[in-house]
Nanobody, 117 residues
């Protein structure tokens, strides 16, 4: 069983920054992939960024150059630094942790990010 807990959401003006944190706790499982997804009202959940324990990183086109994902493998913790935020970045952001590349994700409870214009 893997537990995932996010923190760091909030309200920010357009052009501002926020940093999200996520910690995954597991008992006997190694966490291979950790990443961030988001879901805006009426929309499907979409990938924002993810990283593997080996350092491979993948970003959605909409956030490239503005968001940076980083990870502390020893702590099973992943961060999302979000800069130059736009109103369209407003969503609930979910952290996901997977034990393998093709394994189903364990989800956190989500954290609200609201960007005002």
């Amino acid at each position: 069983q893997v537990q995932v807990v996010e923190s760091g959401g909030g309200l920010v003006q357009a052009g501002g920054s926020l940093r999200l944190s996520c910690a995954a706790s597991s008992r006997g499982f190694s966490i291979n992939v950790m990443g961030w997804y988001r879901q805006a009202p009426g929309e499907q959940r979409e990938l924002v960024a993810e990283t593997t324990s080996g350092g491979r990183v993948n970003y959605a086109e909409a956030v490239k150059g503005r968001f940076t994902i980083s990870r502390d493998n020893a702590k099973n913790t992943v961060y999302l630094q979000m800069n130059s935020l736009k109103p369209e970045d407003t969503a609930v952001y979910y952290c996901a942790a997977r034990t393998g590349i093709y394994s189903p994700p364990y989800w956190g409870q989500g954290t609200q990010v609201t960007v005002s214009s």
